[in-house]
């Protein structure tokens, strides 16, 4: 590689280009913003601890979004509406306001025994030394709402303010929709979308943004009767009405470790999101948080992408940068059969490019095997690839493939995080393997295939 982005940070099971803390707890991205010249990631930490707990606002800064400058930790939970060891600073956004840099999170902490959960501000003139609101609480929840209340997205449209807000009303999940035209006092608008008990009892992290003519709604539900991680909608909006009509529904991801992602824009207008690449323990396939605390850290997110909507469905694919990163190695014309593997060395960090057309799979299937215990299949029959991976209290993933004749495939495996991209972001997959293997193996159940194959290395 080029340059390593996380200078001071070492472990066998470290990625290398996806972002961790040097040491402790992390989860959520929050605050994501291009800001006087430089990309701000703030993210939920517990700097004393590999396990979750009272959380801080951690900071880091880029120019490329790739390598990543430690900061100054943003929030700490020093007044009463946040100081509580089962809460803190919780997950919110960012947005510039007259030159100066506002932060909204969540205040979370038991007042009287019982939980309070407030939206909250913060500001800097330098995006380095935050000054808590001396007026906080800004928004307080309703009253007809339960007590989980949280994780505010803010944006600005036709010259108004609005933030999302996840929450739930008689366990039924809720995304609450609220208006300012100063960011200080904030009207509640209404109810922008409604579980009806389909999407579980909270909608955490919701996300609420514009790509051309269309709205985009994302969340992670908690305990989805279908057992999904975090989704999308894609719809309409009338903000009078504080109205959203869906018009189509999906993952997210199709991986075990996708939740929470929060999207921006970067310095040229393109919307970007990152992701928490990890899981709640009360989640499907939730068994571990893994041994990466043997190395003194817990937590990585996902790499920066780029997410555009192509025949009325959300697709993502990584920032086009991360190739600076890599040197490639080219293998053409790779034909495997069952009695005739084909084997690949590869680095801790590295992409696998592939590509290959149905009628070169005479089988109507392939695997590679990415480490010892997980393997990505390709399914023409099912049109569907398989991501099956049998430790760490996981199982399997389908993930469907574009309509067509020609496929690709682009497998980035860094240190334990495992990012997958399908036919140029048409479903992506996102999964920790914290296991080491220093190969990728191809194999065919009969017959034979020929695929084209890029290795894109350290």
């Known amino acids: 590689m080029n340059t390593s982005i996380l200078k001071d940070r070492s472990g066998a099971l470290r990625p290398l280009i996806h972002f961790t803390s040097q040491k402790g707890w992390i989860n959520d991205p929050n605050g994501?913003?291009?800001?006087?010249?430089?990309?701000?990631?703030?993210?939920?930490?517990?700097?004393?601890?590999?396990?979750?707990?009272?959380?801080?606002?951690?900071?880091?800064?880029?120019?490329?979004?790739?390598h990543w400058r430690d900061m100054p930790i943003a929030l700490t939970p020093t007044e009463n509406y946040e100081n509580d060891q089962e809460g803190g600073c919780f997950s919110g956004s960012a947005?510039?306001?007259?030159?100066?840099?506002?932060?909204?999170?969540?205040?979370?902490?038991?007042?009287?025994?019982?939980?309070?959960?407030?939206?909250?501000?913060?500001?800097?003139?330098?995006?380095?030394?935050?000054?808590?609101?001396?007026?906080?609480?800004?928004?307080?929840?309703?009253?007809?709402a339960d007590p989980d209340f949280r994780d505010p997205k803010i944006f600005k449209h036709e010259g108004k303010y609005y933030t999302v807000i996840g929450g739930n009303i008689e366990g039924d999940?809720?995304?609450?929709?609220?208006?300012?035209?100063?960011?200080?006092?904030?009207?509640?608008?209404?109810?922008?979308?409604?579980?009806?008990?389909?999407?579980?009892?909270?909608?955490?992290?919701p996300d609420f943004f514009p790509i051309e003519d269309k709205w985009v709604l994302t969340f992670s539900p908690m305990s989805s009767p279908d057992r999904k991680k975090c989704v999308y909608l894609i719809g309409d909006m009338d903000f009078e009405k504080c109205s959203f009509t869906p018009e189509y529904y999906d993952d997210a991801d199709k991986g075990f470790d996708y939740y929470a992602p929060q999207s921006f824009q970067d310095e040229n207008g393109r919307r970007v999101m990152i992701a928490w690449m990890n899981r709640w323990l009360w989640m499907p396939y939730g068994e571990d948080w893994g041994p990466t605390e043997n190395e003194g850290w817990r937590g990585a997110l996902t790499l920066p992408r780029t997410v555009t909507i192509r025949d009325g469905r959300l697709e993502a694919m990584p920032v086009s940068t991360?190739?600076?990163?890599?040197?490639?190695?080219?293998?053409?014309?790779?034909?495997?059969?069952?009695?005739?593997?084909?084997?690949?060395?590869?680095?801790?960090?590295?992409?696998?490019?592939?590509?290959?057309?149905?009628?070169?799979?005479?089988?109507?299937?392939?695997?590679?095997r990415l480490f010892e215990n997980a393997a990505l299949t390709f399914d023409l029959v099912s049109g569907n690839a398989i991501f099956s991976y049998t430790a760490d209290g996981k199982g399997i993933m389908l993930a469907?493939?574009?309509?067509?004749?020609k496929h690709e495939a682009a497998i980035i495996v860094d240190g334990s995080a495992v990012e997958i991209f399908i036919d140029d972001g048409f479903s992506t997959i996102s999964a920790n393997v914290f296991r080491e293997y220093d190969s990728f193996e191809f194999s065919v159940p009969y017959k034979t295939a020929i695929i084209q194959a890029v290795t894109i290395e350290e």
């Open 322 to 368: 991360i190739h600076s990163l890599y040197t490639r190695k080219k293998t053409e014309g790779i034909t495997i059969s069952e009695s005739k593997p084909f084997t690949l060395k590869r680095d801790k960090s590295c992409i696998l490019g592939i590509s290959y057309n149905d009628e070169d799979i005479e089988s109507g299937v392939f695997s590679i």
């Open 173 to 205: 999940g809720k995304v609450f929709l609220y208006s300012s035209d100063d960011i200080f006092s904030w009207k509640y608008e209404g109810i922008l979308f409604s579980s009806e008990h389909r999407h579980g009892w909270m909608l955490e992290c």
């Open 400 to 405: 469907p493939l574009r309509k067509g004749i």
């Open 32 to 66: 994501l913003i291009y800001y006087k010249g430089k990309y701000h990631l703030f993210y939920q930490f517990n700097p004393y601890g590999t396990k979750w707990d009272k959380m801080h606002w951690g900071h880091a800064v880029s120019s490329d979004m790739l």
């Open 95 to 144: 947005i510039e306001k007259d030159g100066r840099l506002y932060l909204i999170y969540t205040a979370s902490a038991h007042i009287d025994g019982k939980l309070e959960q407030t939206q909250c501000l913060a500001y800097s003139d330098d995006g380095v030394n935050f000054v808590k609101y001396e007026k906080n609480p800004v928004i307080t929840r309703p009253s007809f």
